[in-house]
């Protein structure tokens, strides 16, 4: 075999053994130097997802478990009110706007339904007597006094000087103090002075 091919066979066997070594250390390399993978755990992914707020309210009355209770921010009032069991047999749900807006702090008082009687309209008015114990238009005749006890914040709000705010006190006194004994007691609600106290007393009983 003369020089020449002597020559070429070993540069072919340094080649070989060059391109073996390179692979062998790029995969030793790759192999260890790998960035670890962070695997993300249900209760760490779980907080960025999690509701922005909650609001607190109070649900009182005629509900399965009033009290307070939690609910996210952004709610009706009909959350609050589900949170609180929903409302009994004994609610009136026509007296609670279910679709208004919740507050942090509010409270929400659901009424007892009340069924006032009526007295018939005057003969030939042709009119149907007005609600809350109000004068009939055509009659002059009113219904029987509104029952303290029983009258929901609508049927309070029809009397002249009571307002839908001043009707929740009302309202909220009686579920506090767990109903009226007296009309008289009207008087420790906040908002009803002696003069607003002597032209109600006449539309009402306790």
């Known amino acids: 075999m003369d020089d020449r091919r002597k020559l070429e066979l070993a540069?072919?066997?340094?080649?070989a053994f060059v391109a073996v070594f390179l692979a062998?250390?790029?995969?030793?390399?790759?192999?260890?130097?790998?960035?670890?993978?962070a695997?993300?755990?249900?209760?760490g992914s779980a907080a960025p997802h999690r509701s922005a707020?909650?609001?607190?309210?109070?649900?009182?009355?005629?509900?399965?478990?009033?009290?307070?209770?939690?609910?996210?921010?952004?709610?009706?009032?009909?959350a609050a009110v589900d949170a609180a069991g929903g409302i009994s047999k004994r609610g009136d749900p026509t007296a609670?706007?279910?679709?208004?807006?919740?507050?942090d702090g509010q409270q929400v008082i659901v009424p007892r339904r009340g069924t006032v009687a009526a007295a018939p309209p005057s003969a030939g008015s042709g009119l149907p007597s007005a609600p809350g114990g109000l004068p009939s238009a055509g009659g002059g005749r009113s219904q029987?006094?509104?029952s303290l006890s029983n009258a929901?914040?609508?049927?309070?709000?029809?009397?002249?000087?009571?307002?839908?705010?001043?009707?929740?006190?009302?309202?909220?006194y009686r579920t506090s103090?767990?109903?009226?004994?007296?009309?008289?007691?009207?008087?420790?609600?906040?908002?009803?002075g002696e003069k607003r106290f002597a032209s109600l007393k006449a539309a009402l009983q306790p």
């Open 11 to 15: 540069g072919w066997a340094l080649a």
């Open 24 to 37: 062998a250390r790029l995969l030793h390399h790759g192999g260890a130097s790998s960035p670890p993978v």
């Open 39 to 43: 695997v993300s755990t249900g209760a």
């Open 53 to 78: 707020g909650s609001l607190v309210v109070d649900v009182e009355g005629e509900v399965a478990r009033p009290g307070i209770q939690r609910v996210p921010a952004g709610s009706r009032v009909a």
């Open 96 to 103: 609670v706007n279910l679709a208004a807006p919740l507050q």
């Open 144 to 146: 029987a006094p509104i």
């Open 152 to 172: 929901t914040v609508t049927q309070l709000d029809t009397l002249d000087g009571i307002g839908p705010t001043l009707a929740q006190r009302i309202v909220q």
């Open 177 to 192: 103090h767990g109903g009226f004994r007296s009309v008289d007691e009207l008087k420790q609600v906040d908002g009803i």
